[in-house]
């Protein structure tokens, strides 16, 4: 008798210990996969800079991590629940930081094959000495928008005004000597890297939701899932503050001398060390791995008071695993819980508004960087930090928030409904006061504004030359930016007409500029101009705003999706939770990114040049129509969503969900299990009486 008790003391210990060690792996492992999918996300611009690839591909980029997700998704969803799940999701975090790793591969490569190249310039060079062709021009068209300052002047000679001259830095018009660049297909790595990362991300989310679900109460599922979820912004938060470290180091720091650099984190060629972060996700990828290959295939039901509950769940387990044994194949099942799924029609319409709204907010969420910087003209590393500190810790308090409340308040699924479709809206109509949060277009000559200061027709190629230095022979595809003490920006200092410079790097000042109509001394630095203090505090209105707006949101997400865990039956949960992730990659994660990148790159007013005379990155938007696309698209999509929100809202009035009695029915199983220990109190005082009876006649 005390071998039994003592037996299942130690079970009880064991099971708590157990459950509390997975809620902390599982934790620990959202930490890991949003800390790399925020930094990839924080990176794309760098990205596209560092390979001068249009906003597009960086959106299939993007979304790559999306198709090495659904390739795995649906069948690790339902076989992974008939395996050792904390097993498959160690595993899944291993690969994850394999792909962080390839993703990081480009930088080394370029760097090994780009010193190559730089001899293989100086011995032409040398050869070519007979023919007058200097080393200068012929690394300007090895790099033809170099940020680099090889020489102390090299942009004084390059780019200024010289009349009746030639300028040397041209890309080459003659194919012959076209050579595609090193680094030109490069960004394959990363795509391939993403794809990887998406494989190692699929078995975390449905199993581990799943294995929570299975095993924890019904009444502090909805509080664990929380935490996790809490885990999945602590990531993002350690994420943005590792890009916007990143994005503030140049990207050869430490092969390059950073005080010859002509340009800073605000110059839209500036690129930042977008590789150095790639290596610690992968390092911190494999570490959250390694608590996942010690603990148990299967648990207890957490919550079991009696000694007969823990025997008899003991059993319960014991004969489950016989009976999966004993089945012809592990497949057996999966057709009719597919065909059940795609029959109930509370979830087939959360699937359909889950996919419009990911449509909104992965393109909300992947170019919000892009859109900041485009639209307040603020670096690259400043607005990812921004980002973090407004937007990170309201969803964390807000997901935080909606666990307790479910579980305080005992919210029934219907309610959960309600609670979450109320909020939502709620806060999809404080969006719409972003549109009064605008800054205008940086003015810069002979794109967004004439050379006398007055506002243009956008898109008119033919107004870059203007009087003053049409015989310059500038240039005009050039873009090395140069602010007036106009106010007004040029595109270059030669177009500005500035016909001396002084200085060296990025304190260069460049003198008699005849484009720039001032009283006194007409003069620039390097630089777009800034926009203003008025455009900054909108700025800071717009982060404030999304900072109430994601609070509201995710005070919703836990009652939403609670809603999707009990409107199947509990034996499809893995599978359902699968299938939910499966569309929402195909139908939004995958596409989304693509044609808004494409729409993105509609709004562009200069592309950047390569040798040979080939478009690169974008460098300068059109603010307006920006603000239309990135705000405007994801409202439509969000108002189309609520369509068959309210839909479900009135199919549950008079619908018994399968879930529904796990969630509302908590007084019931309380009392059933009260009743329980009533009994065996009864059970344990009749027995003392009976053995005090027996003591009594042998006496």
């Known amino acids: 008798m005390a071998e039994n008790e003592k037996r299942i003391k130690t079970h009880r210990i064991r099971c708590l210990s157990k459950m509390k060690m997975f809620l902390l ?10 800390l790399s999918g925020s930094y990839m996300n924080s990176m794309l611009t760098q990205i596209e800079r560092q390979f001068n690839i249009p906003t597009s591909l960086v959106g299939f980029i993007n979304g790559s991590f999306e198709i090495g997700n659904l390739l795995l998704i649906i069948f690790v969803s339902y076989f992974g629940t008939k395996l050792h799940r904390p097993i498959l999701i160690g595993v899944g975090c291993v690969v994850m930081g394999l792909g ?6 480009p930088h080394f490569l370029m760097e090994r094959l780009s010193s190559y ?8 060079t040398y050869l070519r000495e007979r023919n007058n062709t200097s080393y200068l021009e012929l690394l300007c068209i090895y790099e033809y928008e170099s940020t680099v300052s090889v020489s102390g002047n090299l942009s004084s000679n390059s780019f200024l005004c010289m009349e009746n001259g030639t300028q040397i830095i041209r890309p080459t018009e003659d194919p012959s000597e076209c050579v595609k660049e090193v680094k030109s297909l490069m960004w394959m790595y990363v795509l391939v890297g993403n794809i990887i990362r998406g494989i190692g991300e699929t078995p975390i989310m449905p199993l581990g939701i799943s294995y929570i679900e299975d095993f924890a109460k019904s009444e502090n599922s909805p509080l664990y899932i929380g935490f996790v979820e809490t885990g999945a912004i602590i990531g993002p938060l350690f994420g943005l503050s590792l890009a916007s470290f990143c994005a503030n180091v140049y990207v050869d720091t430490g092969s390059v001398n950073t005080d010859d650099l002509t340009i800073t984190p605000t110059d839209t060629r500036w690129v930042g060390a977008w590789w150095f972060g790639f290596l610690i996700c992968a390092g911190v990828n494999v570490l ?6 010690f603990l148990p295939k299967w648990l207890p039901k957490e919550g079991l008071k009696s000694n007969a ?3 008899k769940s ?3 387990e014991k004969q489950r695993e016989e009976v999966k044994k004993k089945k012809d194949g592990i497949t057996k099942d999966f057709l009719p819980f597919m065909k059940s799924l795609l029959c109930n029609p509370v979830y087939m319409l959360f699937i359909l508004i889950s996919i419009i709204q990911f449509n909104a907010f992965v393109n909300m969420f992947t170019f919000m960087p892009k859109y900041l910087e485009q639209q307040h003209g603020k670096s690259a590393s400043d607005v990812i930090f921004l980002i973090g500190i407004y937007n990170l810790p309201p969803i ?8 307790l409340i479910m579980k305080k308040f005992k919210i029934t699924v219907k309610q959960a409904a309600h609670i979450a479709c109320w909020l939502s809206l709620t806060e999809y109509l404080l969006h719409f006061l972003c549109f009064l949060m605008i800054c205008d277009n940086s003015s810069v000559a002979g794109i967004t504004t004439t050379y006398k200061g007055m506002q243009q027709d956008l898109y008119m190629e033919n107004a870059i030359l203007a009087d003053c230095n049409r015989d310059c022979n500038c240039p005009t595809k050039t873009w090395d930016p140069v602010c007036g003490n106009n106010g007004v920006s040029y595109m270059s200092a030669c177009l500005a007409g500035c016909e001396t410079s002084v200085g060296a790097g990025i304190n260069m000042v460049f003198q008699n500029c005849s484009c720039i109509q001032t009283s006194g001394n007409s003069s620039a630095v390097l630089g777009l101009c800034d926009k203003g203090h008025d455009c900054s505090m909108m700025l800071q209105y717009f982060l404030i705003l999304s900072a109430i707006g994601s609070f509201i949101y995710s005070l919703s997400a836990i009652p939403g999706y609670m809603v999707l865990l009990r409107c199947i039956k509990p034996e499809e949960k893995s599978l359902g939770v699968g299938l939910h992730t499966f569309c929402t990659r195909v139908f939004a994660g995958i596409p989304a990114p693509i044609y808004f990148g494409a729409l993105v790159d509609s ?3 200069h592309w950047g040049t390569l040798k040979c005379g080939e478009s690169g990155a974008c460098r300068i938007y059109d603010s307006a129509n920006f603000r239309y696309i990135y705000l405007g698209l994801p409202a439509a999509l969000r108002g189309l969503s609520y369509i068959p929100a309210f839909l479900i809202l009135n199919i549950l009035k008079n619908r018994h969900l399968p879930g529904e009695n796990a969630s509302s029915g908590t007084i019931l199983t309380e009392a059933k299990t009260t009743k329980k220990e009533n009994e065996c109190k009864d059970m344990d005082q009749n027995s003392k009486v009976l053995n005090d009876n027996e003591l009594k006649t042998k006496l």
């Open 309 to 311: 509950d823990i025997i």
């Open 396 to 403: 964390c308090i807000g997901y935080i928030a909606g666990g």
């Open 288 to 293: 959250t791995a390694i608590p996942f290959f």
């Open 117 to 124: 190249i730089w001899w293989f310039l100086v011995i032409y």
């Open 25 to 34: 792996a599982i934790t620990c492992a959202f930490v890991s996969k949003t």
């Open 603 to 605: 709004t562009c007013l």
């Open 314 to 316: 003991d059993k319960e």
């Open 100 to 105: 962080c790793f390839l993703q990081s591969l």
